[in-house]
């Protein structure tokens, strides 16, 4: 089973609207971390923002936030105020096991590519 | 501050070479991770170097093989190179005490022919 599922191959969004991003994550690990990384065509993965599985607030990061659903397992990124600089492809990973213990690998999705429109 | 750096940019090598990937941490970090992202993919962990040992290691097969330098650089080698290994190559970086945030590099894109 995939422990990570992003389910919009691509998205579309004008010009200083909000959008959101879907991912949902299968793990049966209580303690885990959730990412998610913006890839621009040079290729860099950029951190946004990341949200612990013990956190009681949802993660904000400027125009970032996540909306945290522990008992749907879903970890979608809003992104508000759409800039074309946000062209790109988005990727939700996780970390499983305590900092310091556990994994230390990240598992990805496989991405959404999202397009903002002037 | 320079982050993480990666050589070279772009290779190109033929089906049973072997080839090295380099990759240097951004400063004050003392953990490298590789990942491969083939094309259209996310990317997929193959191993995490920390105090010059291999520390977890993904679904690769041993063809695949690290090295850390004593000043936390790194080496991806890839042995008798397969057509399926083409994909770019991402090195992260981060801090043992601070795990949950790893810096990527730009990557480098292996094609194999």
């Known amino acids: 089973a995939q422990k990570i599922t992003q389910t919009q191959p691509g998205m579309f969004v004008q010009e200083k609207e909000a959008v959101t991003l879907d991912c949902t994550y299968d793990t049966s690990d209580p303690s885990y971390g959730l990412f998610w990384y913006k890839q621009p065509s040079s290729g860099e993965m950029i951190f946004l923002i990341y949200q612990g599985s013990y956190d009681q607030q949802n993660a904000t990061e400027g125009r970032y936030s996540l909306n945290f659903q522990k008992a749907r397992k879903s970890a979608n990124l809003v992104i508000s105020a759409s800039q074309l600089g946000d062209s790109a492809m988005y990727f939700c990973a996780m970390r499983e096991g305590r900092s310091g213990a556990g994994s230390y690998q990240l598992t990805f999705g496989k991405g959404t590519k999202l397009s903002v429109i002037p | 501050d320079a982050g993480v750096t990666q050589s070279p940019t772009h290779l190109i090598k033929t089906r049973g070479q072997q080839v090295t990937l380099r990759c240097s941490p951004k400063s004050g970090h003392d953990t490298v991770s590789w990942y491969q992202q083939a094309l259209g993919q996310g990317p997929q962990f193959i191993f995490q170097?920390?105090?010059?040992?291999?520390?977890q290691r993904g679904n690769f097969p041993d063809r695949f093989s690290g090295h850390q330098f004593p000043n936390y650089s790194s080496e991806l080698n890839v042995n008798a190179l397969l057509l399926g290994d083409s994909a770019l190559y991402l090195c992260?970086?981060?801090?043992?005490?601070?795990?949950?945030?790893?810096?990527f590099g730009p990557g480098t894109r292996l094609t194999v022919t």
């Open positions: 170097y920390y105090e010059e040992e291999e520390r």
């Open positions: 992260a970086s981060s801090f043992t005490g601070d795990p949950y945030e790893q810096y």
